[in-house]
Nanobody, 124 residues
């Protein structure tokens, strides 16, 4: 079992920036893609960004493309999400996920492990 712990959430004004981090521990998962998802009240969980184990493949949700950047440090078993030019509609609980499976141009979460989530609130 892999454990994922997110950090870096908080309250920020529109136009500001935040950086989320996710530290993985426990069972080793080689060649595992990881990513960030978010869920706002009353909405379904959606992909924010994902990154392959090598870091070569990155995928972004349409609403964050160009504003958010995902990165990973394999040696430290961590991924990060740099979020710039934040908007009120980015307000959500952000979840880290590991063991994503490539599904065409997107990612499947059917075998994923999840963190507990971190709240991001963007005020207008």
């Amino acid at each position: 079992q892999v454990q994922l712990v997110e950090s870096g959430g908080g309250l920020v004004q529109a136009g500001g920036s935040l950086r989320l981090s996710c530290a993985a521990s426990g069972r080793t998962f080689t060649n595992s893609a990881m990513g960030w998802f978010r869920q706002a009240p009353g909405k379904e969980r959606e992909l924010v960004a994902a990154i392959s184990w090598s870091g070569v493949i990155t995928t972004y949700g349409d609403s964050v493309n160009g504003r958010f950047t995902i990165s990973r440090d394999i040696a430290k078993n961590t991924i990060s999400l740099q979020m710039n030019t934040l908007k009120p509609e980015d307000t959500a609980v952000y979840y880290c996920a590991a063991n994503l499976l490539r599904a065409g141009a997107s990612w499947s979460t059917k075998s994923a492990s999840w963190g507990q989530g971190t709240q991001v609130t963007v005020s207008s």
